[in-house]
């Protein structure tokens, strides 16, 4: 079935062709050097034509028309005809009825040719498309986005591999985004070979130029010892550089590789100082989750349990006292771990007060993720261990209650947790998210 668009000019043809038959019937004789047919037969083929149908279609909002007309005169390399697909392209009108044709379009203009450069926006969708991004049809905020099944690429090798190439070109040409991406496929081997330091070198100059997020991720990397020799003296260098934009988890970290000596020559004492102040920048940092602020309140409770001086450890307890109430409101681990601190403190006095906080504890855990459950299971432990000791003046011996809790801290670990790991993540930055 053709086209309206192509239609409209074929039917033009055979009226035209019809009207000079009949015109020859009736004079034999006369035979013009150029014929309806023969110049209307060339009209067709004339972009300027095409892209005067092809306008008139967009006009009228017909965009599946309008957009493969333009495609069509496109190919004579016929530049208003180019500038406009690429505009319609960008603005979803009608890419998605002429996808087979738009991706040819594109991946002519994403190569050089006789002296031209390669077309950044045709390189970047292209790179979008064959990585499996749907949204490039549709735009995200369109339903049709969420609701069409995948168009493109799937996870194939062979597309990541095409989708790798065209960030990587557009990457050289400049883009940002692009650069990120190439340094993050190569982090994770995705399209490419895993090359973790070809993945520092893209992403190192996203990071000097103020990007403190990039900054934390490489950082990350040396902290980690991710497919490269593990330098925390290196990953405080770049924490440090995200800090000086107030980035709260690289806070964290460099106020943790402060306390270990890793970063620094100053003394403990004005190291550990150091921390304390980063923490205390965590804790009133707008910018900090609920998470990183739970955090920074507990490592800042540890430090001054074992760092300060007698008469400052009682700012210990109102540290954790800080990060519990957050637990409260948003459960999360480092909540529970010093419930789990206050719990042990109580235990030492009053068992029934340490039930109480290992109890908080467990109902922040019982919410978790099924690997994180697992890990803080110890709550459950903690609660059967504080039934088994008892105290007279305080809490009997109690065996059902023991059981009941044993039970459950043995039920939570023997149960089968799959963790599918995220090949497009690493630390929470996703290798197509650019992060601002």
Not at 199 to 211: D, F, K, Q, R, V
Request: charge should be neutral; charged fraction near 20%; proline fraction near 3%.
């Amino acid at each position: 079935m053709k086209a309206p668009f192509l239609f409209a000019l074929t039917s033009m043809a055979i009226a035209c062709t019809s009207a000079y038959a009949a015109q020859e019937t009736k004079n034999p004789k006369t035979t013009l050097p150029y014929s309806f047919e023969k110049v209307f037969s060339q009209a067709m083929d004339d972009p300027n034509v095409i892209f005067y149908q092809a306008d008139n279609a967009h006009r009228d909002e017909k965009y599946d028309d309008a957009l493969q007309g333009m495609l069509l005169a496109a190919k004579y390399n016929h530049t208003p005809a180019i500038e406009n697909a690429k505009f319609m392209i960008q603005n979803y009108q009608g890419a998605y009825a002429n996808r087979a044709e738009v991706v040819s379009f594109l991946r002519y203009h994403a190569e050089d040719h006789d002296g031209v450069n390669a077309d950044m926006f045709s390189r970047l969708y292209l790179a979008d498309f064959y990585r499996g991004d749907r949204c490039v049809w549709f735009g995200a905020e369109m339903t049709q986005c969420e609701e069409q099944s995948t168009i493109g690429a799937s996870d194939s090798a062979m597309e990541l591999r095409q989708s790798y190439y065209y960030y990587e070109g557009a990457a050289k040409q400049g883009d940002l985004r692009a650069r990120y991406t190439v340094g993050m496929m190569n982090l994770l081997g995705q399209g490419a070979p895993r090359n973790v330091a070809a993945a520092i070198y893209w992403l190192t100059p996203l990071a000097e130029a103020g990007n403190a997020k990039v900054a934390h991720l490489i950082g990350e990397i040396y902290n980690r010892g991710y497919w490269v020799a593990q330098n925390q003296k290196a990953a405080s260098q770049w924490f440090a550089l995200a800090t000086e934009s107030h980035h709260p988890t690289a806070t964290l970290r460099l106020a943790q590789n402060l306390v270990r000596g890793v970063f620094g020559n100053d003394p403990e004492s004005v190291r550990v100082e150091k921390a304390l102040l980063l923490y205390k920048d965590v804790q009133t940092n707008v910018l900090s989750t609920t998470t990183e602020q739970a955090e920074a309140f507990y490592r800042a409770g540890v430090l001054l349990e074992h760092h300060a001086a007698d008469h400052e450890r009682s700012q210990a307890g109102a540290m954790m006292r800080a990060a519990i109430e957050i637990g409260q409101r948003h459960g999360n681990e480092f909540s529970v771990k010093a419930l789990l601190w206050s719990g042990a403190k109580e235990e030492k006095t009053s068992l029934f007060a340490a039930i109480a906080q290992y109890e908080m504890a467990a109902l922040q855990v019982e919410k978790f993720e099924p690997e994180m459950k697992q890990r803080y299971a110890i709550v459950w432990q903690r609660i059967a261990n504080a039934y088994a000791k008892g105290q007279s003046n305080d809490l009997s011996k109690d065996e059902r209650l023991f059981s009941k809790n044993m039970n459950k801290y043995h039920r939570v670990l023997s149960k089968s947790v799959r963790v599918i790991p995220d090949l497009f993540s690493f630390a929470d930055y996703n290798a197509f998210v650019m992060p601002r």
